[in-house]
């Protein structure tokens, strides 16, 4: 069984950083590109960040510059970095693990259940 748990989550103060990890569990974690997605209250969930298990990196415009997707193997856990974190940062992010498309894209197979993340201003 996949499980995907989320942890980092919490306040932090407009300006600040966060650092968001989700440990995989129950897959072969390696061969999966990973994803990071924001859901705020009464938005669409949006995708965040991806990383494939090949090393591409795509990212949402409203993070790029501030955010950093990294993930360890060995540790079957993938991180996301924020700084500069901005009120409109403010939503429960998702973590996610499935596939990466040649043509960019990212088709989601697995999600963990969230973690908040508040930014107050």
């Known amino acids: 069984q996949v499980q995907l748990v989320e942890s980092g989550g919490g306040l932090v103060q407009a300006g600040g950083s966060q650092r968001l990890s989700c440990a995989a569990s129950g897959m072969t974690f390696s061969i999966s590109a990973v994803a990071w997605y924001r859901q705020a209250p009464g938005m669409r969930r949006e995708l965040v960040a991806v990383l494939s298990n090949s090393g591409v990196l795509n990212y949402a415009e409203s993070v790029k510059g501030r955010a950093t997707i990294s993930r360890d193997n060995a540790k079957n856990t993938v991180l996301l970095q924020m700084n500069s974190l901005k009120p409109e940062d403010t939503a429960v992010y998702y973590c996610?693990?499935?596939?990466?498309?040649?043509?960019?894209?990212?088709?989601?197979?697995?999600w963990g259940q969230g973690t908040q993340v508040t930014v107050s201003s």
């Open positions: 996610s693990a499935g596939r990466y498309h040649d043509y960019g894209g990212y088709s989601p197979d697995y």
